[in-house]
C-alpha cells in the first residue's frame, strides 16, 4: 500500500503556470514508475505524463513540450510543471504508481488535485 498526496492545484489564467507535486509515503519510490492523470468533467480519465524508475518520461501529444514531468527520490515527490496552461487543461489531475509490464498501468492513486484555467 502506498500514499499518495498531491497538491498545487488552483486557479490559474490561460497560459499561466503551476507546478503539481505528489508525496509519496513509500520508502521505496525509488524503485516505482509514476504517472499524472487527468480526468476533466464528461470525459475518461486520461494519461498526461509518465516517468519510470529510471527516469524515462512520456508526454501526451496534447501536452508536449508545455508540461514536465519530474521526480526527487530524496524527497519521495513526482512533479509535474506545467506551462502555457489552456482552458482545456481544466481537469483533476491525480497521481499514480504504475505497475506492470509490458505496459504499466495505475494501481494506486492519490485523491487529486483541481486544476481550472480560465480567464
Known amino acids: 500500500q502506498v500514499q499518495l498526496v498531491e497538491s498545487g492545484g488552483g486557479l490559474v489564467q490561460p497560459g499561466g503556470s503551476l507546478r503539481l507535486s505528489c508525496a509519496a509515503s513509500?520508502?521505496?519510490?525509488?524503485?516505482?514508475?509514476m504517472g499524472w492523470y487527468r480526468q476533466a468533467i464528461g470525459k475518461q480519465r486520461e494519461l498526461v505524463a509518465a516517468?519510470?524508475?529510471?527516469?524515462?518520461?512520456n508526454y501526451a501529444d496534447s501536452v508536449k513540450g508545455r508540461f514536465t514531468i519530474s521526480r526527487d527520490n530524496t524527497k519521495n515527490t513526482v512533479y509535474l510543471q506545467m506551462n502555457s496552461l489552456k482552458p482545456e487543461d481544466t481537469a483533476v489531475y491525480y497521481c499514480?504508481?504504475?505497475?506492470?509490464?509490458?505496459?504499466?498501468?495505475?494501481?494506486?492513486w492519490g485523491q487529486g488535485t483541481q486544476v481550472t484555467v480560465s480567464s
Open positions: 499514480a504508481v504504475r505497475y506492470g509490464a509490458p505496459t504499466p498501468r495505475p494501481a494506486y
Open positions: 516517468i519510470t524508475s529510471g527516469g524515462r518520461t
Open positions: 513509500s520508502g521505496i519510490f525509488s524503485v516505482y514508475d
